[in-house]
């Protein structure tokens, strides 16, 4: 028998969504034939047999979640025997059989403090401080093991029990316990790092009406951890002007008839605007950079890597198009095509994903006058673009309807101040509104 267990998928994937089995228990499967198809974090891979022979057990079902190294499927390959254990069932939720709402299941109330985190608002903390008392011995009485002022005020007269010897703690289900506790360590591990950060657990909302509740998995947690690293890390500042693309539309629409045949012959406008971009972080090397924290060091990048952000269906993926700086607007556009196709298809390579210096994020075929972007940690810098109007403008004194494109730099102020911003932005907009400029400089 062949253990088959979820290999290495790349860099800094650790675990995968099982979205597809090509293969059922009895089948005859060959080496190298589809196996099951696995979605991580970054894109969907499917995965080959490495061995011939008749699939023996499958230890999961779609829509499982499973770890780099765990047994995802049993092949008799006429080698020996194995014993099949599904992974993904030992990391079940313990069993609530005993559990009944006669009779609830006999935890102590200060079991979930004693072993986690406490959580405790500072004014509480504070006041446990000025009785003299552990606050890691108060039993807590709030929602998620919350410890209360009355909890301490309690405590210090020499009482964790009421009247009558019931614990002040309510008596949670076996089944609310793990979730208590998870909330109540992610919540003091959060407070102990940001001042005066007090999360609160959400609400039953299933008191006020129906809910619906799907599960945070692969790209979409990717995403996830993502906005909440930059959004945590990076002091954001956004700086927003207009360019006049007039010319360069009438140019580009041409262009795009003329060499519709040939690769990249979609010819769309984000391929200038890379070009604009790279031309302006070589100019500006700030907004071509990385800030380590640890080291204290502003790391200045030598190479143009221009991600591009994706709506995938599945969540929000960025391509980076290498070498933009030695790169034709041609060969860009033809990058933006296959990388963008390859995302969205969910068969992207992972290395299409790494190594980006900066991002531009395009929301016009959408609509939208303006965005706020976020910064794609570790980067610095990130240019959204709005979408393409025509709108009517002063010009030598006079009313003219002039094609606008909005756009918006939004930075990281630890790096770059709002003077730099304004100076790149300003020379973006000039060479996108100037196409001469535009192509002579790129």
Request: with cysteine; hydrophobic share 40%; glycine share 8%.
């Amino acid at each position: 028998m062949y253990e088959f267990k979820l290999p290495d998928l790349g860099e800094g994937i650790h675990e995968g969504e099982i979205l597809k089995w090509y293969v059922e228990v009895g089948d005859e499967i060959k080496e190298n034939d589809s196996l099951v198809e696995v979605e991580t974090d970054k894109a969907a891979v499917t995965i080959t047999s490495p061995r011939s022979g008749k699939v023996f057990a499958l230890n999961t079902k779609i829509g499982d979640i499973v770890n780099v190294g765990d047994i995802v499927a049993v092949i008799d390959d006429g080698t020996g025997e194995a014993v099949v254990v599904p992974q993904l069932e030992e990391k079940a939720a313990p069993p609530t059989a005993a559990v009944t709402p006669e009779k609830p299941a006999e935890i102590p109330p200060t079991e979930p403090v004693r072993k986690g985190p406490v959580v405790a608002a500072p004014a509480t903390r504070r006041l446990a401080r000025e009785l003299g008392i552990d606050i890691k011995l108060v039993p807590p009485t709030g929602p998620a093991g919350r410890i209360t002022a009355d909890d301490v005020k309690l405590f210090s007269e020499g009482g964790a029990v009421v009247e009558d010897k019931v614990p002040v703690c309510p008596v949670p289900r076996l089944a609310d316990v793990d979730e208590s506790r998870a909330h109540a360590e992610f919540a003091a591990q959060a407070a102990s790092t940001i001042p005066f950060l007090d999360i609160e657990p959400l609400p039953d909302f299933t008191q006020w009406g129906p809910v619906e509740t799907e599960a945070l998995r692969s790209i979409r947690r990717k995403v996830a951890h993502k906005m909440t690293t930059a959004f945590t890390l990076i002091p954001h500042v956004s700086h927003m002007d207009e360019a006049d693309v007039t010319d360069l539309e009438i140019f580009r629409k041409r262009e795009r008839d003329r060499r519709k045949d040939k690769p990249g012959g979609h010819l769309t406008l984000l391929a200038f605007v890379i070009k604009a971009v790279t031309a302006g972080v070589k100019a500006a090397p700030s907004f071509n950079a990385s800030l380590d924290p640890f080291k204290n060091e502003i790391v200045y990048k030598k190479y143009y890597n221009i991600g591009i952000a994706v709506d995938t269906g599945k969540g929000l993926m960025v391509p980076v198009i290498r070498d933009t700086d030695r790169k034709s607007i041609m060969e860009i556009s033809a990058d933006i095509e296959r990388l963008a196709a390859a995302a969205r298809e969910g068969n992207i390579n992972v290395k299409d994903l790494q190594g980006g210096t900066f991002t531009i994020t395009n929301i016009g075929p959408l609509g939208g006058t303006a965005l706020l972007p976020t910064i794609n940690y570790p980067e610095v810098a990130i240019l959204a673009m709005g979408a393409v109007q025509e709108k009517p403008v002063v010009r030598n004194g006079e009313i003219v309807i002039r094609t606008i494109l909005p756009i918006t730099l939004a930075f990281d102020h630890r790096v770059a101040d709002g003077a730099d911003a304004a100076r790149f932005v300003s020379e973006m907009v000039r060479e996108l509104s100037d196409l001469n400029l535009l192509l002579l400089d790129t």
